[in-house]
């Protein structure tokens, strides 16, 4: 960490859009049983177990990507974080979180159809935990400049990461709270 003040503002607003998300997720699910969380609403459509499967890939290979930019820069040469203006609209054109159309997952974070929605949500709290520990190391650091490719969009620098995590999550709880409503 390159200080001990305040979280810069940039991770201070994702921090706080990560926890809205997930608490928006939680809230969710909170009370499914384990069959609800198991039952497919169609055969194409996961369950809500196997989404949050899905979003604990897909945050665990995050934290890896988040992890390596980390160790393969040289902080020292990045500098201190001088930006403070907002990176909430950083993803906008991509849209996210509206639930247009499916977008295929790749194979690495595709679940098994027969995930343990319980677990899941025992390891979504173990990779935001990991999460939050990498936003810590990177805090006050000029991270912008960090970029790793998206399989689907593009390069996105590290920022722009952290966010997709939140969004991501965002979407897949409108699809969760989707498929509730036909099963």
């Not at 604990?56 to 393969?72: A, F, H």
């Not at 990176?87 to 595709?110: H, I, N, W």
């Not at 709880?173 to 989707?178: K, P, W």
Request: with cysteine; hydrophobic share 40%; proline share 7%.
């Amino acid at each position: 960490m390159l200080t001990t003040s305040p979280m810069h503002p940039r991770f201070r607003e994702l921090r706080a859009y990560l926890t809205d998300a997930r608490e928006g997720l939680l809230t969710t699910v909170s009370g499914l049983t384990p069959d609800q969380l198991q039952r497919r609403p169609a055969a194409e459509v996961w369950s809500p177990g196997e989404t949050l499967e899905h979003l604990r890939l897909t945050e665990s290979s995050i934290v890896k990507v988040l992890r390596k930019l980390l160790r393969e820069a040289d902080l020292n040469r990045l500098g201190p974080e001088s930006e403070t203006s907002s990176v909430m609209g950083a993803l906008d054109a991509f849209r996210l979180v509206e639930v247009v159309q499916r977008v295929p997952a790749p194979a690495f974070v595709q679940p098994d159809p027969q995930a343990d929605g319980q677990a899941a949500l025992v390891g979504l709290g173990q990779s935001r935990t990991q999460l939050i520990e990498v936003i810590a190391q990177a805090d006050g650091w000029a991270v912008g400049s960090l970029r790793f490719p998206h399989p689907l969009i593009g390069p996105l620098d590290f920022y722009q990461w952290v966010l997709f995590v939140g969004q991501h999550e965002v979407r897949h709880t409108c699809l969760i709270q989707r498929a509730l409503t036909t099963l």
